[in-house]
């Protein structure tokens, strides 16, 4: 038999298979959207309002020595997935404080806020059933973890205009079997509440469930910052379900679920990341449990932010920027194209100031902006020249 000559002959490949990388590397830089890391030291000089420590906790001394402890005890990793050695006594014990707080019959602990969000839409989707598949009704401005469910959801899918419960209505009436409408609580980019009780309400006349993605009202919006589903009154409700994170005003990592008992046990059994993804980091969970003490301890810290928030819109409105009015800690200033926007954050740290920055394709709009946080730990000095900053260092109109 002839051997063949090209049998031990590494093939050379006819084209490079990542040349379009290239391309489409060149294509967002020449449009100003190349997106690079720049890790911050641990002792930054700046006045941070680009991160999300709206309570101002993650450095707080009984939130980091809780962190420790766990670490100490139960190690630097969970080792493995909830259902199998990734659930520890901190875990079960931090379910129980998060639906206490929140006014929910029960949690379920994740990973992170976006593994809770991909959990909870895929699996209240659900198979399709003798109904046919269910139908998620999704408002188009909802964070990208959100989105990202309903695509990998089995499920129909309706794209509402933003905080509009009439379109929400109409998608519903336009189905006869099972539905869930999904909303964020807080929009992330402008930092403007959703319409929830009149949500409720589109849902309740069509038998749909309602999920809620309450990351950036936790710990700033309800009483004592249970939340903006708290706030509602829709917390605890049959037809309600919640999702958090716990690396915003909890200064921790992580995400949660938060439901009526029935959900959470469906979850446990069918949802993916749940199922195959390593438990949240007993450090983490420390860390969290540590920040619930304090929030409960001082809910003054849930006002401060909102003041602060407001002070600061009410700051830039004054120099005569447009800005959306915060209903929680995020101000969202408009800037005019994506490379005014990257300047302007630039030169905003170069005064002293970190500042987010928002461009397409983060923004659905394609309007860039400076997207501010409040913190509780700010000072009024601390606010008054934050404030003065980003107006000085403003482009030219």
């Given at each position: 038999m002839a051997q063949d000559p090209t049998r031990d002959t590494p093939r050379v490949p006819l084209r490079d298979p990542f040349a379009w990388i290239d391309a489409h590397h060149e294509r967002r830089l020449a449009a100003g959207l190349v997106r690079t890391l720049r890790p911050r030291p641990?002792?930054?000089?700046?006045?941070?309002?680009?991160?999300?420590?709206?309570?101002?906790?993650?450095?707080?001394?009984?939130?980091?020595?809780?962190?420790?402890?766990?670490?100490?005890?139960?190690?630097?990793?969970?080792?493995?997935?909830?259902?199998?050695?990734?659930?520890?006594?901190?875990?079960?014990?931090?379910?129980?404080?998060?639906?206490?707080?929140?006014?929910?019959?029960?949690?379920?602990?994740?990973?992170?806020g976006y593994a809770a969000n991909l959990a909870a839409v895929t699996a209240l989707a659900g198979p399709g059933g003798a109904g046919g598949p269910a139908l998620l009704v999704s408002d188009e401005g909802n964070h990208a973890s959100l989105i990202d469910g309903c695509r990998l959801a089995r499920a129909e899918k309706a794209i509402v205009p933003h905080t509009d419960p009439d379109a929400v209505r109409k998608a519903l009436a336009a189905h006869s079997g099972r539905a869930l409408a999904v909303t964020d609580s807080v929009f992330s980019v402008d930092g403007d509440a959703a319409p929830l009780p009149a949500l409720a309400g589109a849902c309740r006349e069509h038998g749909a469930a309602l999920l809620v993605d309450d990351a950036h009202g936790l710990g700033v919006l309800g009483e004592g910052g249970r939340g903006a589903v708290h706030a509602a009154g829709l917390a605890g409700a049959p037809d309600v379900v919640a999702t958090v994170t716990l690396s915003k005003a909890l200064g921790s990592q992580g995400g949660a679920v938060l439901g009526p008992e029935r959900v959470i046990r469906h979850l446990v059994s069918n949802a993916r990341t749940f199922i195959f993804d390593t438990g949240l980091a007993p450090a983490a969970a420390g860390a969290a449990l540590a920040a619930l003490t304090v929030l409960r301890r001082e809910p003054q810290r849930a006002r401060r932010v909102r003041d602060i928030a407001a002070e600061l819109h009410r700051r830039v409105v004054?120099?005569?920027?447009?800005?959306?009015?915060?209903?929680?800690?995020?101000?969202?200033?408009?800037?005019?194209?994506?490379?005014?926007?990257?300047?302007?954050?630039?030169?905003?740290?170069?005064?002293?100031?970190?500042?987010?920055?928002?461009?397409?394709?983060?923004?659905?709009?394609?309007?860039?902006?400076?997207?501010?946080?409040?913190?509780?730990?700010?000072?009024?000095?601390?606010?008054?020249?934050?404030?003065?900053?980003?107006?000085?260092?403003?482009?030219?109109?």
């Open positions: 641990a002792d930054s000089p700046l006045t941070d309002l680009a991160g999300n420590d709206y309570l101002g906790l993650t450095r707080h001394p009984e939130v980091t020595e809780a962190a420790a402890e766990a670490a100490r005890r139960w190690g630097a990793g969970a080792t493995g997935s909830r259902l199998v050695t990734g659930s520890t006594a901190l875990h079960a014990r931090l379910e129980e404080e998060l639906a206490a707080f929140c006014g929910f019959e029960a949690a379920l602990v994740f990973s992170s004054a120099a005569g920027f447009a800005a959306v009015r915060p209903d929680a800690a995020v101000v969202s200033v408009r800037a005019p194209s994506p490379e005014a926007a990257v300047q302007w954050a630039a030169d905003c740290r170069e005064a002293g100031i970190a500042v987010g920055c928002f461009r397409p394709p983060s923004v659905p709009d394609g309007v860039s902006r400076l997207r501010l946080t409040a913190r509780a730990d700010l000072s009024d000095r601390q606010v008054t020249a934050a404030a003065d900053a980003i107006v000085r260092t403003a482009p030219a109109a």
